[in-house]
């Protein structure tokens, strides 16, 4: 039988953004057998994927040699799937490739140097791409304006929404509770996530709280930190570090709006995820978010502290006018990312190209 290799040692890391696009996409496929071709998964933990999926799928034991050209993977297989775009492991041989974009936001981060060796890393696996999708229009589109792309076969298959089921129990709370009513927000404590300007954000608007939740363990975290410190709002801003699943989704079921002023998003899971609890998005007017959060979202065009707490304010009474509406659609947008109809696309490229 034909096989599919994935490589998806991102899995080892499941908090992650990459580890969770990994493992929703593999739970999504387990669900659809496939007659004419079988998938293996790369994988540190193999045991815990057995188990959880069975004979869904076969299994290869990750090894973190296999990063390295001489000891690359010398077993032929039908197609090879880069899960990300900056997976190092590579097949020994000449394989047929589909490549996975997330984005191509390392083309202006860190230093000139590290910017051009990911710029080189990135074309080689260009060139040996015989498909590629991207997890968003604009993350197509900015592949494009920076890249030399192929005439390959190109797709646009967005994530999933990774919270379908709402289950905290009634008496359930997290350590830490704001006492007024309170913003959220979640993801990597970095420049790009832009969280400092939420904390400035919030001197113009008293009567919120803002619980900020992620990794807060970087320098970006202790400048932000500093910050609250400097304005005195040390009881008002709340950083929660990393959370379970079932305090995120407190958060977002309690909270009185999600905010997002996000730099660069190649897709952006987790205003998804606010908006399957029907709750106000707020998102920068930029990269793939308008085109996640769609026509009733609302949007910052820039960051003065001052004009986003205006456009919070306004954005929420027109929230609050129409709330029974605003809700509904917030859920149904939700709904509409699909991890089975994600799954459903990438096995039909698979098959296309098979």
């Given at each position: ?48 994927l ?7 799928f ?7 040699l ?35 974009v997330?984005?191509v ?9 590290i ?63 704001p006492?007024k ?14 969280f ?8 113009f608007?008293?009567n ?16 932000l ?12 801003v709340?950083?929660?570090g ?17 905010v ?27 990269t ?26 306004s ?20 709904k509409?990312f699909?991890w ?15």
């Amino acid at each position: 039988m034909k096989q599919v290799f994935l490589e998806s040692h991102n899995l080892k890391n499941r908090f992650s953004g990459f580890g969770q696009f990994n493992y929703h996409l593999i739970k999504a496929m387990a669900q659809f057998r496939q007659d004419t071709f079988e998938i293996v998964l790369n994988a540190k933990n193999t045991a815990a994927l057995k188990e959880e999926f069975g004979d869904a799928f076969k299994y290869r034991k990750y090894s973190s040699l296999t990063r390295h050209k001489p000891f690359r993977i010398k077993k032929k297989y039908n197609l090879w799937h880069c899960l990300n775009q900056n997976i190092k492991i590579e097949p020994f041989f000449k394989t047929p490739c589909l490549l996975t974009v997330h984005d191509v936001h390392f083309v202006t981060e860190n230093s000139v140097e590290i910017q051009e060796k990911l710029k080189k890393q990135f074309r080689q696996k260009l060139e040996k791409s015989s498909a590629i999708t991207y997890i968003s229009e604009f993350a197509k589109q900015d592949t494009h304006a920076h890249f030399n792309v192929p005439n390959v076969p190109e797709y646009v298959i967005y994530n999933g929404n990774t919270i379908t089921d709402i289950s905290i129990p009634k008496d359930f709370k997290p350590s830490i509770l704001p006492p007024k009513p309170y913003l959220f927000s979640i993801g990597e404590f970095s420049d790009r996530k832009n969280f400092i300007t939420l904390v400035e954000m919030l001197r113009f608007l008293p009567n919120y709280n803002l619980v900020l939740a992620g990794n807060n363990n970087s320098a970006y975290a202790q400048k932000l930190t500093a910050l609250v410190a400097q304005h005195k709002l040390e009881n008002s801003v709340f950083q929660t570090g990393k959370i379970t699943d079932l305090e995120k989704q407190y958060y977002l079921k309690n909270c009185e709006a999600f905010v997002f002023p996000s730099q660069r998003e190649g897709f952006g899971i987790p205003p998804i995820e606010a908006m399957r609890f029907g709750k106000p998005v707020f998102l920068s007017n930029n990269t793939s978010l308008p085109e996640i959060g769609g026509e009733h979202s609302f949007y910052w065009s820039h960051y003065d502290a001052e004009y986003m707490a205006n456009k919070f304010t306004s954005g929420m009474d027109k929230y609050n006018a129409n709330k029974a509406f605003y809700e509904n659609w917030y859920t149904q947008r939700a709904k509409s990312f699909n991890w089975e109809n994600t799954a459903k696309q990438y096995l039909d490229v698979y098959k296309s190209l098979i």
